[in-house]
């Protein structure tokens, strides 16, 4: 309650904050990750999360549903999964004499898509077509999916043993590719705690002190209102042009440097301006300001850039990664 007995209101702002901090005590050593979800989820885009088994990309996704107002679900790829599966069918009701479809595991606000590498082609396909049109047909029916709707599928790059490789005209599809490491030795003795409290929490009585608290809930509606401010994030009009400029230095990074144009064959699609303008600015925004820097458009560009270039042979020869031609440019694309 406020000062005048009415209900007090929280802002976006304050309940995104909010939900930052819980999920870095729930999810320990993974600021980066974290941050991708939430620049994710105010960009209105979906995540790929490459890393090792046991990095709490799981857990992740999991804590961040458990504090928004909507539903969660999450999908196990393998090779015998069927597109029906994923996105429904149509059930035949005898008593009806009719057919009845029967939503699948994607008719949900938050999406879990593991080791979406692991199914085979048509499975991936049925799953990045709803990412990208937000609805799913079936038969001659078309199935709107919920407005708050967010997938992040998951990846273990240490096997490729039973794995189908998403194409990467298909890897466009995602806002953001995040890469997740082991966390450091303080980290993983704050994991060991956590754990263990966790532990203790489930044996506890109802009502026990011990329990744990319940997290902070974001309603849909502050989550909305949020996007819109996002969107009206001021961008001065001489840094514009920033984000057009770092893509096409990706197609033709000659200009830039001759050895450049010797590791890149195709260089990122326009979805990878919106995708920089659109991150730049919820970036900008979780980090309370109202307006966007050099800095911002910096700290989204390797999610943003790095699942959408191709290198060339030669490149992958000597060792450099998309990574590293990432890190050349924005050396090199003088800032406006």
């Known amino acids: 309650m406020d000062a005048g007995g009415g209900v007090k209101t929280v802002s976006g702002q304050e309940a995104l904050r909010a939900l930052r901090e819980h999920l870095e005590r729930q999810v320990i050593g993974q600021e980066g990750l974290i941050r991708s979800l939430l620049v994710a989820l105010l960009a209105d885009g979906h995540l790929l999360v490459e890393g090792a088994p046991g990095l709490a990309k799981t857990r992740a996704v999991r804590a961040l549903a458990a504090s928004l107002e909507g539903d969660f679900h999450r999908i196990q790829f393998t090779p015998d999964l069927l597109p029906s599966d994923l996105v429904g069918t149509e059930v035949y009701r005898p008593e009806e004499g009719s057919f009845r479809f029967r939503p699948g595991p994607v008719f949900h606000n938050l999406v879990l898509a593991d080791e979406v590498n692991r199914a085979p082609a048509k499975v991936q396909s049925a799953l990045l077509e709803a990412m990208a049109e937000r609805q799913v047909t079936v038969g001659q029916e078309t199935h709107p999916l919920p407005r708050l709707f967010l997938v992040m599928a998951t990846q273990n790059p ?178 406006p």
Do not use: N
Request: net charge negative; hydrophobic share 45%.
């Open 158 to 335: 240490i096997e490729q043993e039973g794995t189908y490789p998403l194409p990467e005209a298909q890897l466009d599809r995602f806002l953001m590719k995040v890469r997740i490491d082991y966390p450091g030795a303080g980290a993983e003795a704050e994991i060991l705690r956590l754990a263990r409290g966790e532990a203790l929490a489930a044996l506890a009585a109802p009502g026990d002190a011990t329990a744990l608290l319940p997290p902070p809930v974001v309603t849909q509606e502050t989550l909305f209102a949020a996007r819109r401010q996002v969107l009206e994030v001021h961008l001065a009009p001489a840094l514009e042009s920033y984000p057009v400029r770092l893509v096409l230095a990706t197609r033709d990074p000659s200009p830039f440097g001759s050895e450049l144009a010797g590791w890149v064959r195709y260089g990122a699609s326009p979805r990878a301006t919106i995708a920089l303008d659109r991150c730049a600015r919820a970036h900008a925004w979780l980090s309370g300001r109202d307006y966007v820097t050099p800095g911002d458009f910096h700290a989204v560009a390797f999610e943003v850039l790095r699942h959408r270039l191709i290198l060339t042979y030669e490149a992958e020869a000597e060792g450099v990664t998309a990574d590293r031609f990432v890190a050349e440019l924005l050396a090199r694309v003088a800032v």
